[in-house]
């Protein structure tokens, strides 16, 4: 086979293998079946369509190292996401296996990943980090290094978080964004901050 | 397994599959190696030059881990992490599927990469010290050349700025690494028909090693041998391979089997006729030179 032509079948394989892969970051993942006892944290999740109105932010930028999350995740419209986010917060932290976690900690971070799939589709997850909570019924939750700029700042109450999702850069499509919950163990929240990875 | 493969998994995973084989890459081979050597004992087949070429093979190890260490170890990782943050067109999740894809275009770009070292000047200098021995067994695979370790970057790289994550590429090299160093024996004759279809075996292996016309250039595949079928550049095992070089080096001291290359380099660059020919001696086929010098006396004698 002549090198011009050699070239582009590998370009083409190259192509359909990546495609493949990256197809199969899009596909729903299935949400966990958690206990649910009675609710034990009323902190509701904040999450807003991205069609807001917005400004850009100015703080510096911050890259974060990867974290290693288990949780839950599920596949949501934008029209639908605070609902979606709330089912999830709400199945992940009533569960048994995490109240029961939550007795032996003074406090416990938990996040909410919103990751873009195309412009009508998010996939959202719950997900605390890996060495607070067993993972037997929680899924892991990718979460690359990259360059993640602040939405709210560390210490944020609810309405800050809330507030942060208009601060987004409408001409930029985000790839994820991520909210971060303190909560003692009480289950009572205490404060939060969030950071936006775009495009 | 398949749920872990499947699903999103820990980068922890990744890292520790890595350094597992990292760790005992080297102490399998050296146990198959001696196997090699207990089996070629048996058949009275043990010679001091052997003994020699396989401790050798050992030398230029450490000589590319050294050169490899200093010059590259903090680049290669930085470079590949700066292109995974900052160059690449998406980040792909840590998951099996991932995995899988990232070793089908890892050994990919190993094909193209050894295919770079065979055909140009500047790879064949550092490359003809694993193919110099005129021994075929595991120690052979640890035969390394100056710079082995630095041109592979420019094919891999670009799997970073597709979106894999710097550690599955690494634990991707790592695997086809591995199965390149268990294909070094002349132990495994042919594999069943479909195996020696789809993937690159010792027999294919051999070819590749082999100083015989037919073979030269040929069977370029780390894992999956019909990268050659498909780009040409496959052999079949029919004749008898004769392991080496030309010209053979009939040396065993390390120092000469691991600079030999590039004292040929520069020697064709002090023949060359001008300054881009002596610099394209670099990125031309080895011989091109040759090729070039000889067409050359044959136009001043007919003018």
Redesign the interface.
């Known amino acids: 086979m002549k090198m011009p032509l050699s070239l582009a079948v590998t370009a083409l394989i190259v192509g359909v293998v990546w495609s493949t892969v990256w197809a199969q970051q899009i596909m729903p993942s299935s949400t966990a079946t958690a206990a649910m006892p009675s609710a034990k944290i009323e902190t509701q999740p904040a999450a807003q369509t991205v069609s807001k109105p917005l400004s850009n932010v100015s703080q510096q930028s911050k890259a974060i190292v990867s974290l290693s999350l288990v949780g839950i995740s599920s596949l949501s419209n934008y029209e639908s996401a605070e609902q979606t986010a709330q089912k999830l917060f709400s199945k992940f932290t009533e569960s048994t296996n995490f109240v029961n976690q939550l007795k032996d900690i003074e406090q416990i971070n938990i996040y909410l990943v919103y990751r873009a799939v195309n412009n009508k589709q998010l996939q959202i997850s719950a997900a605390v980090e890996t060495k607070n909570l067993k993972k037997s019924h929680f899924e892991s939750i990718g979460l690359a290094a990259g360059d993640y700029q602040p939405l709210a700042k560390k210490g944020s109450n609810t309405q800050q978080l809330i507030n942060a999702w208009q601060h987004l850069d409408k001409q930029r499509m985000f790839k994820i964004v991520l909210e971060n919950y303190r909560l003692d163990n009480q289950g009572n929240f205490i404060d939060g901050y969030s950071f936006v990875n775009y495009q | 397994m398949l749920e872990t493969i499947l699903?999103?998994?820990?980068?922890?995973i990744f890292y520790a599959w890595e350094s597992w084989l990292g760790d005992w890459l080297f102490v399998i081979s050296l146990g198959l190696f001696a196997l090699e050597l207990l089996v070629v004992t048996l058949r009275k087949q043990m010679n001091w030059r052997l003994i020699g070429d396989s401790v050798s093979n050992f030398i230029t190890l450490y000589g590319y881990l050294g050169l490899s260490y200093l010059f590259l170890a903090t680049f290669y990782v930085s470079a590949f992490?700066f292109a995974?943050?900052?160059l690449s067109i998406?980040?792909?999740?840590?998951?099996g599927?991932?995995l899988?894809?990232?070793i089908?275009?890892a050994d990919?770009a190993y094909y193209?990469e050894h295919r770079f070292m065979h055909r140009t000047g500047i790879g064949w200098a550092t490359h003809t010290v694993h193919h110099s021995s005129p021994e075929f067994n595991i120690s052979v695979a640890y035969r390394f050349g100056p710079i082995d370790g630095l041109l592979p970057i420019l094919f891999h790289l670009p799997l970073a700025m597709?979106?894999f994550?710097p550690l599955i590429i690494f634990l991707s090299e790592a695997i086809v690494q591995l199965y390149q160093t268990m294909l070094h024996t002349k132990l495994v004759k042919k594999l069943p028909a479909p195996i020696e279809a789809i993937f690159n075996t010792p027999s294919h292996h051999r070819v590749h090693h082999g100083r015989n016309r037919q073979y030269l250039d040929k069977n370029y595949a780390g894992i999956f041998i019909i990268w050659d079928r498909?780009?040409?550049t496959f052999a079949k095992e029919e004749e008898t391979v004769k392991f080496g070089v030309y010209p053979q080096i009939k040396s065993v001291n390390p120092f000469i089997i691991f600079f030999h290359g590039f004292f040929k380099l520069f020697q064709q660059m002090r023949q060359a006729n001008s300054f881009s020919q002596a610099c394209l001696v670099w990125v031309k086929p080895p011989g091109w030179l040759d090729s070039q010098l000889n067409t050359q006396q044959v136009k001043s004698k007919t003018q």
């Open positions: 699903t999103q998994v820990d980068e922890n992490y995974y943050t900052q998406t980040q792909l999740p840590l998951t599927w991932t899988a894809g990232c089908i275009l990919l193209w597709l979106g994550n498909l780009f040409g």
